[in-house]
């Protein structure tokens, strides 16, 4: 999500003053690494009154399955409607993140696997970037980030449908 230090500072006071979003995000973050900035974006996208999504250019792949899970979550007519009861409400967005915890559950465990892909694949570019400079070394490895980036983007392909399946619901 595209946010300020004011979406930041509500969603941090928010997530302080609610023992239930910090149980979701523990228990969440116990399987999914990247679970709680996905909880902190659907926060985001009920709260803010013109939420954007951040350009996917802009973000590292083990992001990338968070930000279709969001687009498509922002994309529902269910969501479109809860958003007209929540925006600017900062309450009322955490129960909208609250109400959407089975749904949020079950798109984590749907991408774990392009997740593990993605995680995989910024851990084999930054590697990449960190070669001793020696020609063969540099070119393998960023073969190799190359590689672990496209299996990336095809597991996060193929969970796409799911994903669109379940916020739709």
């Known amino acids: 999500m595209v946010v300020d230090r004011f979406d930041r500072l509500t969603w941090r006071d928010t997530y302080e003053q609610s023992a239930a979003l910090r149980e979701l995000t523990d228990e969440l973050s116990a399987r999914h690494e990247c679970a709680a900035d996905l909880l902190a974006d659907v926060f985001l996208a009920a709260y803010q009154a013109r939420p954007r999504l951040r350009e996917r250019t802009d973000m590292a792949l083990s992001r990338m399955a968070n930000h279709?899970?969001?687009?498509?979550?922002?994309?529902?007519?269910?969501?479109?409607?809860?958003?007209?009861?929540?925006?600017?409400?900062?309450?009322?967005?955490?129960?909208?993140?609250?109400?959407q915890a089975t749904a949020l559950r079950r798109l984590l465990d749907d991408t774990r696997d392009a997740q593990e892909r993605a995680e995989r694949a910024d851990r084999t570019e930054s590697a990449a970037q960190e070669t001793d400079g020696?020609?063969?070394?540099?070119r393998t490895a960023h073969q190799a980030a190359e590689d672990a980036a496209r299996d990336a983007a095809q597991a996060l392909g193929a969970a796409a449908p799911g994903i669109r399946t379940v916020t739709r619901v």
């Open 68 to 99: 279709q899970v969001v687009a498509s979550l922002m994309e529902s007519p269910a969501f479109a409607e809860l958003h007209r009861e929540t925006v600017g409400d900062p309450y009322a967005a955490a129960m909208a993140v609250l109400a």
């Open 134 to 138: 020696a020609p063969d070394t540099e």
